[in-house]
C-alpha cells in the first residue's frame, strides 16, 4: 500500500490493521495540508450536466440541514462499491425466524457467542467472517460453490457445505439432501455499484455491476469532465487509486488528450470483447485479476507517469493465494522488497 510521493513508513510487519491504514491516510493529509480543500459533512444528492460541460452539485450540509448547490468544471465519483449489499433470493427465505445479516454490518463476533452460524459465500469476506465467527460460535457452516476446493484450515467447529436448497424456519437445507439448524445466517454475497445521486441526465447505466459507457474504466465517454475512480476490481488498490487519480488530473491538466469518442467506443467495446470471449459475465467487466498490469501499463504509457512497480502486483499475487491456502496465519507473513521485481519472504 502507500502512495509513490508518500511510502508508508517503514514497518516490522507486513500486514496493518484497520487503525494503522487510518492512521497512514492521516499523516497523508497533514503532509500535504489536504483538509482545508475538502468539505466535510456534506450529502450529495443530485449531480446533474449543465450544457456549458459544467456540473451542478446539489448536497445537504448534515449539521445546518441547508441545501447546497454548487457549479463544478469537474466531477470525480469516488464512492466506492462496498456499501449496497446484495441479498441473494433463496426459497423459504422469509421463514427464517434467526437472524439475517449480511457481511457488511458485521462488526464484532461477541453476538454470536454460542450459536450455530451459517454463512454463505466463499469470497474474502466469507473465508474471514467464517473463521473470526467461529472463535465464540458453537459452530459455523461455510455455504459455498467456488470451482476449486477450499484448502485453508479451519477450527474444528467449522464445516463446508454445497449451496443451499431452501431455507425453513429453523433448518436449511443444502442440495447434497443435509439439513442443518441454525441461530444466524451471514450473506457474503457481494455488493452492487451504486451512484443514487446521479441523475439520468449524466447518463451513466448500471447493469448488474456493468458501467457504461466508461473509458479505461473510469471517464465517461460522452462527458469527459466526469470521472469514476476505483471502478476495477481484484487489483492493488491504493497504488491502482493512485494512478487513476494522476492520469484524470492530467486530462484535466490538458496534458494528456483523450481519443475521441467513437475510438473510446472501439476501445472500450474490444476491451469487453476480450472478456466476454474468456468466459467472463457481466459482473466481472469490471475485473482486473491476471490483467491488471497490462492495465496499469496502458494508463502509465498514455499519460507519461511512472508505472506501478511489477513487484507490487506479484506481491499481491502472493497475498491472495496464501489467505486462500493459510488463512489462519497468513498475516503473519513478512516480506522484504528487494527492487521493482522481486521481493523475498522474510519468514
Same mark, same amino acid.
Given at each position: 500500500?502507500?502512495?509513490?510521493?508518500?511510502?508508508?513508513?517503514?514497518?516490522?510487519?507486513?500486514?496493518?490493521?484497520?487503525?494503522?491504514?487510518?492512521?497512514?491516510?492521516?499523516?497523508?493529509?497533514?503532509?500535504?495540508?489536504?483538509?482545508?480543500?475538502?468539505?466535510?459533512?456534506?450529502?450529495?444528492?443530485?449531480?446533474?450536466?449543465? @450544457?456549458?460541460?459544467?456540473?451542478?452539485?446539489? &448536497? !445537504?450540509?448534515?449539521? %445546518?440541514?441547508? /441545501?447546497?448547490?454548487?457549479? +463544478?468544471?469537474?466531477?470525480?465519483?469516488?464512492?466506492?462499491?462496498?456499501?449496497?449489499?446484495?441479498?441473494?433470493?433463496?426459497?423459504?427465505?422469509?421463514?427464517?425466524?434467526?437472524?439475517?445479516?449480511?457481511?457488511?454490518?458485521y462488526r464484532s463476533p461477541d453476538p454470536f457467542k454460542g450459536n450455530n452460524v451459517l454463512v454463505i459465500g466463499a469470497g474474502p469476506s466469507g473465508l474471514e467472517l467464517t473463521l473470526k465467527i467461529s472463535d465464540v460460535?458453537?459452530?459455523?457452516?461455510?455455504?459455498?460453490?467456488?470451482?476449486?476446493?477450499?484448502?485453508?484450515?479451519?477450527?474444528?467447529?467449522?464445516?463446508?457445505?454445497?449451496?443451499?436448497?431452501?431455507?425453513?424456519?429453523?433448518?436449511?437445507?443444502?442440495? @447434497?439432501?443435509?439439513?442443518?439448524?441454525?441461530? &444466524? !445466517?451471514?450473506?457474503? %454475497?457481494?455488493? /452492487?455499484?451504486?451512484?443514487? +445521486?446521479?441523475?439520468?441526465?449524466?447518463?451513466?447505466?448500471?447493469?448488474?455491476?456493468?458501467?457504461?459507457?466508461?473509458?479505461?474504466?473510469?471517464?465517461?465517454?460522452?462527458?469527459?469532465?466526469?470521472?469514476?475512480?476505483?471502478?476495477?476490481?481484484?487489483?492493488?488498490?491504493?497504488?491502482?487509486?493512485?494512478?487513476?487519480?494522476?492520469?484524470?488530473?492530467?486530462?484535466?491538466?490538458?496534458?494528456?488528450?483523450?481519443?475521441?469518442?467513437?475510438?473510446?467506443?472501439?476501445?472500450?467495446?474490444?476491451?469487453?470483447?476480450?472478456?466476454?470471449e474468456k468466459g467472463y459475465n457481466k459482473r466481472q467487466a469490471h475485473m482486473m485479476g491476471p490483467g491488471q498490469r497490462s492495465y496499469y501499463n496502458d494508463l502509465a504509457t498514455m499519460a507519461n507517469l511512472i508505472p506501478i512497480d511489477p513487484v507490487i502486483v506479484k506481491l499481491r499475487d502472493e497475498s491472495v493465494k496464501r489467505l486462500h491456502t493459510d488463512l489462519m496465519t497468513f498475516r503473519e507473513d513478512r516480506y522484504k522488497?528487494?527492487?521493482?521485481?522481486?521481493?523475498?519472504?522474510?519468514?
Amino acid at each position: 500500500m502507500g502512495f509513490p510521493d508518500f511510502p508508508i513508513p517503514e514497518q516490522q510487519k507486513s500486514y496493518l490493521s484497520q487503525a494503522e491504514i487510518l492512521h497512514f491516510l492521516n499523516l497523508y493529509a497533514d503532509h500535504f495540508d489536504i483538509r482545508k480543500l475538502i468539505k466535510f459533512s456534506h450529502h450529495v444528492t443530485d449531480i446533474s450536466p449543465l @450544457d456549458n460541460g459544467k456540473w451542478k452539485i446539489t &448536497a !445537504i450540509n448534515k449539521p %445546518t440541514k441547508e /441545501e447546497v448547490t454548487s457549479i +463544478f468544471d469537474a466531477v470525480m465519483i469516488c464512492n466506492g462499491h462496498y456499501n449496497q449489499p446484495i441479498y441473494p433470493k433463496l426459497p423459504g427465505q422469509n421463514k427464517f425466524k434467526g437472524r439475517q445479516l449480511h457481511s457488511h454490518h458485521y462488526r464484532s463476533p461477541d453476538p454470536f457467542k454460542g450459536n450455530n452460524v451459517l454463512v454463505i459465500g466463499a469470497g474474502p469476506s466469507g473465508l474471514e467472517l467464517t473463521l473470526k465467527i467461529s472463535d465464540v460460535a458453537e459452530k459455523v457452516v461455510l455455504s459455498h460453490h467456488s470451482k476449486e476446493p477450499i484448502t485453508t484450515k479451519y477450527p474444528s467447529n467449522v464445516e463446508l457445505k454445497p449451496d443451499v436448497r431452501c431455507i425453513r424456519e429453523k433448518e436449511v437445507e443444502f442440495i @447434497d439432501g443435509t439439513c442443518c439448524c441454525f441461530d &444466524a !445466517i451471514f450473506y457474503c %454475497t457481494g455488493y /452492487e455499484y451504486s451512484f443514487p +445521486f446521479l441523475n439520468k441526465s449524466c447518463g451513466i447505466t448500471v447493469d448488474d455491476n456493468h458501467i457504461q459507457p466508461l473509458y479505461k474504466h473510469m471517464i465517461h465517454m460522452m462527458k469527459p469532465t466526469m470521472c469514476f475512480i476505483g471502478i476495477p476490481f481484484n487489483v492493488c488498490a491504493f497504488q491502482m487509486f493512485d494512478l487513476q487519480a494522476r492520469f484524470y488530473v492530467k486530462y484535466l491538466d490538458g496534458d494528456l488528450k483523450l481519443p475521441s469518442e467513437e475510438e473510446m467506443r472501439e476501445d472500450t467495446e474490444k476491451d469487453m470483447q476480450l472478456r466476454w470471449e474468456k468466459g467472463y459475465n457481466k459482473r466481472q467487466a469490471h475485473m482486473m485479476g491476471p490483467g491488471q498490469r497490462s492495465y496499469y501499463n496502458d494508463l502509465a504509457t498514455m499519460a507519461n507517469l511512472i508505472p506501478i512497480d511489477p513487484v507490487i502486483v506479484k506481491l499481491r499475487d502472493e497475498s491472495v493465494k496464501r489467505l486462500h491456502t493459510d488463512l489462519m496465519t497468513f498475516r503473519e507473513d513478512r516480506y522484504k522488497i528487494v527492487d521493482k521485481e522481486t521481493f523475498v519472504k522474510v519468514y
